[in-house]
């Protein structure tokens, strides 16, 4: 889609234009490269990305930042735990008229903190206090669910949000998880790929045989062909199961080589690719901002660690993804400056003027909210300068 005179059109609608940026694929991660990835997308991604920035740094925009919210908290109080959720609602509508791009909910099951099981009804709940902002669930596990619900879900939700929730899948990695589904987990590739084209075909109004049922799924969604999906992943099967279907492949990996497996498989499926988010190199995927990034590490350092020790303790065989920590200390997380940082106003300021959105994670490890606006209001109030 090439839409005409890109640079006199109002940022969020050129974003709106393009499929990966309709969805908030732009920032869904931040610290994802994805020039390249627009620019395959045949749109006008990269020329989105070059004019909000152009409007930053001439002060004609507020800061660019993402959210992610996984509501894990070590809390036993069921009070505070839902005022983590109330939070996150609260921050999604103040945020959308004051920078934020998109926000991302996560899924895990079983976890002793209470890691977010359910993203569909967190992202409707987020859609419905806002108007504007886009919406990823990131990553939907889709071996998980039983389809035709599924598909009835999200093409409601599609329709409460007017097309702003986007999902990026994955096959999943906790073994924990697969044991409470009943679903083994050597198949759980196999059963992804099918999956998603059942989705596919049921949002299409197709009738579709699931089990020996036949399954017709109505209302149709917002979207043509239902809500985006997007491929996420950290292996060269990842990125070629998400060229072989035509979908945004994020990657979770620094690993260039992927790229290539990616289009290699798009073209011998005839499939045009769609495009790729990658991780930066250098650039946190977590970041708070604070005049005192000292006194800041003293205050939140502990809920930082919390969440980067549990992440690093489920992929302590899984190397090279991106945004996982292997500090044991919160030193040792402050002083590696790697995918958790704690940034100045002048650092989080360079990071936007190149086109990096802030990935911010503003209750990250069950972070008070109380104590979390103050850091989510800095980030907020980043301007060129």
Same mark, same amino acid.
């Given at each position: 889609?090439?839409?005409?005179?890109?640079?006199?059109?109002?940022?969020?609608?050129?974003?709106?234009?393009?499929?990966?940026?309709?969805?908030?694929?732009?920032?869904?991660?931040?610290?994802?490269?994805?020039?390249?990835?627009?620019?395959?997308?045949?749109?006008?991604?990269?020329?989105?990305?070059?004019?909000?920035?152009?409007?930053?740094?001439?002060?004609?925009?507020?800061?660019?930042?993402?959210?992610?919210?996984?509501?894990?908290?070590?809390?036993?109080?069921?009070?505070?735990?839902?005022?983590?959720?109330?939070?996150?609602?609260?921050?999604?509508?103040?945020?959308?008229?004051?920078?934020?791009?998109?926000?991302?909910?996560?899924?895990?099951?079983?976890?002793?903190?209470?890691?977010?099981?359910?993203?569909?009804?967190?992202?409707?709940?987020?859609?419905?206090?806002?108007?504007?902002?886009?919406?990823?669930?990131?990553?939907?596990?889709?071996?998980?669910?039983?389809?035709?619900?599924?598909?009835?879900?999200?093409?409601?939700?599609?329709?409460?949000?007017?097309?702003?929730?986007?999902?990026?899948?994955?096959?999943?990695?906790?073994?924990?998880?697969?044991?409470?589904?009943?679903?083994?987990?050597?198949?759980?590739?196999?059963?992804?790929?099918?999956?998603?084209?059942?989705?596919?075909?049921?949002?299409?109004?197709?009738?579709?045989?699931?089990?020996?049922?036949? $399954?017709?799924?109505?209302?149709? %969604?917002?979207?043509? !062909?239902? &809500?985006?999906?997007?491929?996420?992943?950290?292996? +060269? *099967? @990842?990125?070629?199961?998400?060229?072989?279907?035509?979908?945004?492949?994020?990657?979770?990996?620094?690993?260039?080589?992927?790229?290539?497996?990616?289009?290699?498989?798009?073209?011998?499926?005839?499939?045009?690719?769609?495009?790729?988010?990658?991780?930066?190199?250098?650039?946190?995927?977590?970041?708070?901002?604070?005049?005192?990034?000292?006194?800041?590490?003293?205050?939140?350092?502990?809920?930082?660690?919390?969440?980067?020790?549990?992440?690093?303790?489920?992929?302590?065989?899984?190397?090279?993804?991106?945004?996982?920590?292997?500090?044991?200390?919160?030193?040792?997380?402050?002083?590696?400056?790697?995918?958790?940082?704690?940034?100045?106003?002048?650092?989080?300021?360079?990071?936007?003027?190149?086109? $990096?959105?802030?990935?911010?994670? %503003?209750?990250?490890? !069950?972070? &008070?909210?109380?104590?979390?606006?103050?850091?989510? +209001? *800095? @980030?907020?109030?980043?301007?060129?300068?």
């Amino acid at each position: 889609m090439k839409i005409p005179n890109v640079e006199e059109s109002d940022a969020r609608a050129v974003v709106t234009a393009c499929p990966p940026f309709r969805s908030g694929l732009w920032g869904i991660s931040a610290g994802w490269t994805q020039t390249g990835a627009m620019e395959r997308c045949g749109c006008v991604g990269s020329a989105a990305s070059r004019l909000w920035v152009g409007r930053f740094l001439r002060g004609e925009a507020a800061a660019i930042f993402t959210m992610r919210f996984a509501m894990r908290s070590r809390t036993a109080d069921s009070s505070a735990r839902a005022d983590l959720y109330a939070g996150t609602l609260d921050m999604c509508a103040w945020a959308e008229s004051r920078g934020c791009m998109a926000a991302i909910v996560s899924q895990h099951h079983g976890v002793p903190d209470g890691y977010l099981p359910s993203p569909i009804p967190v992202a409707a709940a987020i859609a419905a206090r806002t108007s504007t902002l886009h919406v990823s669930v990131a990553a939907l596990l889709l071996a998980l669910y039983e389809p035709a619900k599924l598909a009835e879900d999200l093409a409601v939700v599609d329709l409460l949000s007017r097309g702003r929730v986007s999902y990026v899948v994955g096959i999943g990695y906790r073994d924990e998880e697969f044991a409470m589904f009943g679903v083994d987990r050597r198949t759980r590739a196999q059963i992804t790929e099918m999956r998603i084209g059942v989705l596919r075909k049921l949002w299409a109004g197709q009738t579709v045989e699931i089990d020996g049922r036949p $399954v017709t799924v109505t209302p149709a %969604p917002y979207s043509p !062909g239902g &809500p985006m999906l997007a491929y996420g992943g950290g292996s +060269e *099967a @990842a990125a070629r199961r998400a060229g072989r279907l035509g979908m945004f492949f994020v990657a979770e990996t620094h690993d260039s080589d992927l790229r290539a497996a990616y289009l290699d498989e798009a073209a011998r499926a005839g499939v045009a690719p769609v495009g790729w988010a990658f991780p930066e190199t250098g650039v946190p995927l977590t970041v708070f901002v604070a005049d005192d990034p000292d006194r800041a590490w003293a205050d939140i350092g502990e809920y930082l660690l919390a969440d980067a020790t549990s992440y690093a303790e489920w992929n302590s065989y899984r190397t090279g993804t991106a945004s996982v920590s292997f500090a044991t200390t919160v030193s040792e997380l402050k002083d590696e400056q790697g995918a958790y940082q704690i940034v100045t106003p002048e650092q989080a300021r360079a990071f936007v003027a190149r086109g $990096v959105p802030l990935g911010l994670q %503003p209750l990250v490890g !069950g972070l &008070p909210p109380d104590r979390a606006w103050p850091y989510l +209001e *800095a @980030a907020a109030a980043i301007t060129a300068g």
